[in-house]
């Protein structure tokens, strides 16, 4: 089974950038949608932007307009570009691909947004 890390991570002071990667352990062949997932302290996980087989975007209202997912190909998952973050986007960020056999998560990235 593939797996997944993700890196770019880290401390950033509200109204700074960070870019999320995730790296695969192999070329991924199937994907379906892959995504970014985030986990607020005491919260449940939720999605923040995915990215279909055809290139579509979708994102979660609070995050539309200042994060950008993309990828550079159909193989590999996919990158986060935040911007403009805010304390609230403090969260742990998981990186998910969804292919036509499987699920797979990353352990995760925290990012922390001071005020």
């Known amino acids: 089974q593939v797996q997944l890390v993700e890196s770019g991570g880290g401390l950033v002071q509200a109204g700074g950038s960070l870019r999320l990667s995730c790296t695969a352990s192999?070329?991924?062949?199937?994907?379906?949608?892959s995504a970014w997932y985030r986990q607020p302290p005491g919260k449940e996980r939720e999605l923040v932007a995915s990215?279909?087989?055809?290139?579509?975007?979708n994102y979660a209202d609070s995050v539309r307009g200042r994060f950008t997912i993309s990828r550079d190909d159909h193989k590999t998952p996919p990158t986060l570009q935040m911007t403009d973050l805010k304390p609230e986007d403090t969260a742990v960020y998981f990186c998910?691909?969804?292919?036509?056999?499987?699920?797979?998560w990353g352990p995760g990235t925290q990012v922390t947004v001071s005020s």
């Open positions: 998910n691909v969804v292919t036509y056999a499987e699920s797979t």
């Open positions: 192999r070329p991924i062949r199937g994907i379906r949608i």
């Open positions: 990215i279909t087989i055809t290139g579509g975007t």
